[in-house]
């Protein structure tokens, strides 16, 4: 019987050079897994692999040399762990996210529960090629967001509270754009240098600012065989519900306008940045 690679693909069977061999990628959202589910990889790792599993540069878990005649008994010893297979192919894959604001004395945003939410939202979802979120919880960029064809950045909107403010100049010091002066008593801030990352926000002992949470998104990232920045259109996006927005707009676009093969970026350079601007700004806008 003829063997469907295709849709041992889409579910997460990617082939070897080894005949009827396989390295099966799992489901690992925003880079987390339980000791439970670590447990039962390495156990399968053991029982059907070859005692290892590979750590992708995207936080992924690949467990390889899987056998062809024991993919249904994998997926079924996985599924006791509670361990999904991941996909590969034209659709999203696994969100992929840093710490955040849970662990990190830099994060801005709660990265995991945006990572787990926009999973359930889109994971899998069929588009012309494959499709990358990246989240990363501040302007420290560990995860690299703009390699991700939709990235986003936690980031703070900041403003001065000057009645609590004992003018220190600590948050001057911390503002890594010159963004921060202090004269005569009182914080000026240039938005046009401030990057949201939220560093004075952090390191005033006085709680002498107001932040809003937010996000920085960029579109049209790649890495690999063409390495693009995606970029920002929108500066800052100060509510979660039009981050959906913007996000449900970007996936739309490429789902309509992209070719087979294609990613985000080279729909958007063949489209017209106009058009694509002009999608994610109405998303925005539309209350």
Not at 97 to 106: D, K, T, V
Not at 183 to 200: A, F, L, M, P, V
Not at 246 to 254: G, H, R, S, T
Not at 264 to 273: E, S
């Amino acid at each position: 019987m003829a063997v469907d690679y295709a849709t041992l693909k889409k579910g997460g069977f990617m082939r070897q050079k080894q005949k009827n061999n396989f390295s099966l990628r799992l489901r690992t959202v925003g880079g987390h897994m339980s000791a439970e589910q670590l447990a039962k990889v390495a156990e399968v790792a053991e029982k059907y692999g070859e005692g290892y599993v590979h750590l992708t540069s995207r936080q992924g878990v690949e467990i390889p040399f899987i056998k062809l005649d024991q993919i249904e008994e994998v997926k079924n010893a996985l599924a006791e762990g509670d361990v999904v297979p991941g996909v590969c192919g034209p659709r999203v894959r696994t969100v992929t996210a840093c710490q955040g604001a849970a662990i990190c004395q830099s994060g801005c945003i709660d990265t995991y529960t945006l990572a787990k939410e926009l999973d359930e939202r889109y994971f899998g979802y069929e588009l012309p090629h494959k499709f990358k979120f990246g989240i990363t919880g501040c302007q420290n960029n560990c995860l690299k967001a703009e390699e991700n064809d939709v990235g986003i950045k936690g980031g703070m909107q900041v403003a001065w509270v000057e009645d609590k403010c004992i003018q220190c100049g600590v948050c001057v010091k911390a503002c890594r754009n010159e963004a921060i002066t202090l004269e005569d008593g009182k914080i000026s801030i240039n938005t046009g240098k401030c990057n949201y990352c939220g560093r004075c926000v952090k390191s005033c002992p006085v709680d002498a600012y107001d932040a809003q949470p937010g996000y920085i998104v960029s579109f049209g990232g790649t890495f690999g065989n063409h390495i693009s920045k995606g970029e920002t259109i929108i500066p800052f996006i100060e509510s979660h519900e039009k981050l959906l927005k913007v996000c449900d707009a970007a996936l739309k676009f490429f789902e309509q306008n992209g070719k087979a093969g294609e990613r985000l970026k080279f729909t958007i350079d063949r489209t017209g940045k106009e058009a694509f601007e002009k999608a994610i700004k109405e998303a925005y806008e539309n209350e």
